[in-house]
């Protein structure tokens, strides 16, 4: 059993910075990835970011130069740094996990697992 739980969430205005955390309950794996996608209202989910268990990342072209993925191993989290935070960056931010298999990829059908979400508005 596989438990991520999303924290860090609020309103900013726009320029501002926000972080986000997924800490995830897991059991040990050697591989994983650990993803942030969001999404808006009226709008379809979209990946942000990804992180693998060798720290290797990918990003959404709206994310590069502005959000940065990072994780702490030994505290099974996740962070999402969010700099220059824009209006139309404003979602319910999800964190999302893919256990056991080198594939780590901003895609949704890649993740098993799933937070509840933490919600980020921009203004």
């Known amino acids: 059993h596989v438990q991520l739980v999303e924290s860090g969430g609020g309103s900013v205005q726009a320029g501002g910075s926000l972080s986000v955390s997924c800490t995830d309950s897991?059991?040990?794996?050697?591989?994983?990835?650990t993803a942030w996608f969001r999404q808006a209202p009226g709008k379809e989910r979209e990946g942000v970011a990804a992180?693998?268990?060798?720290?290797?990342?990918a990003y959404a072209d709206s994310a590069t130069g502005r959000f940065t993925i990072s994780q702490n191993s030994a505290k099974n989290t996740v962070y999402l740094q969010m700099n220059s935070l824009k209006p139309e960056d404003t979602a319910m931010y999800y964190c999302?996990?893919?256990?056991?298999?080198?594939?780590?990829?901003?895609?949704?059908?890649?993740?098993?697992?799933w937070g509840q979400g933490t919600q980020v508005t921009v203004s």
């Open positions: 992180i693998d268990s060798h720290g290797g990342t």
């Open positions: 999302a996990a893919r256990r056991g298999r080198a594939l780590c990829a901003l895609r949704e059908d890649v993740f098993g697992y």
């Open positions: 897991r059991r040990t794996y050697s591989t994983y990835c």
